[in-house]
């Protein structure tokens, strides 16, 4: 699970660099969102509820 | 602070990204210490830094590439502060080895909080946007060393993304990991 953030941001490093600036953007704030939700994933299975 | 010279300063500061993720990895092949989640979380938080620098060195700075930086370095500052609350009653020993006293998710802490302030300054000059209306007259200090640095920086995001899939394959990572999931015999 933790590669698809890895992997997106790769993809939207290699569209930036192809000039392709809101295809990359867009791509970079999806990685972004991926890594905050793979942190609250790992948060909240360390507390004692369930969501 | 001119068009160039933020642009430039970017370019140095994408720099410094790679030289820590490069650190990062130092760690890790050199020491044998894998990283754990909340590891990866703080090298995508640092790539996300990264790549907001990046859009600044190949179309002009803009508050909004600037924004994504920023957004990561909050990110990552959360992810070390947790893994700081993580370790730290009394007698838990951390995760990993200690680099100059302080385990490396510390350091990560204070440099997230570091990069956060700097970039806070940054937005702070105006003149630096004027480049949206003519771009090419904003070009890095140095061409060649900028395209050097940013394709360093691409290139360690890439082995960032194949360590991870060698470490934890397709599933979720081990909290505290012994070996690489795609190349154990298991």
């Known amino acids: ?51 | 602070m001119t068009p160039q010279i933020a642009r430039s300063l970017n370019v140095l500061f994408v720099l410094a990204v790679t030289l820590i993720l490069l650190a990062a990895f130092g760690v890790q092949f050199a020491k044998g210490e894998l990283p754990c989640p909340l590891c990866l979380l703080q090298r995508l938080a640092m790539l996300g830094v990264g790549a907001g620098a990046l859009l600044n060195v190949r179309y002009g700075v803009r508050p909004r590439h600037y924004g994504l930086a920023l957004v990561s370095a909050n990110f990552g500052g959360a992810v070390a502060g947790r893994q700081v609350l993580l370790h730290i009653a009394p007698g838990d020993p951390g995760y990993g080895e200690p680099l100059l006293g302080l385990h490396l998710y510390t350091w990560s802490f204070i440099a997230f909080a570091g990069v956060a302030i700097i970039l806070s300054v940054m937005l702070w000059f105006d003149r630096q946007f004027e480049s949206a209306t003519a771009p090419t007259s904003s070009a890095p200090a140095f061409p060649r060393l900028s395209t050097a640095v940013l394709l360093l920086f691409c290139g360690v995001a890439i082995a960032n993304a194949l360590t991870t899939l060698l470490l934890c394959g397709l599933g979720p990572c081990p909290d505290t990991p012994t070996h690489y999931e795609w190349l154990s015999d298991r």
Do not use: N, Q, Y
């Not at chain 1, 290699?14 to 000039?19: E, F, Q, T, W």
């Not at chain 1, 600036?21 to 970079?28: D, K, N, P, Q």
């Open chain 1, 1 to 51: 699970m933790m590669a698809a953030p890895f992997t997106t941001f790769v993809i939207g490093l290699a569209l930036a660099l192809a000039g392709k600036r809101g295809a990359a953007a867009a791509v970079l704030v999806i990685a972004l969102a991926l890594s905050i939700a793979m942190f609250l994933v790992h948060a909240t299975d360390k507390l004692p509820i369930s969501l």
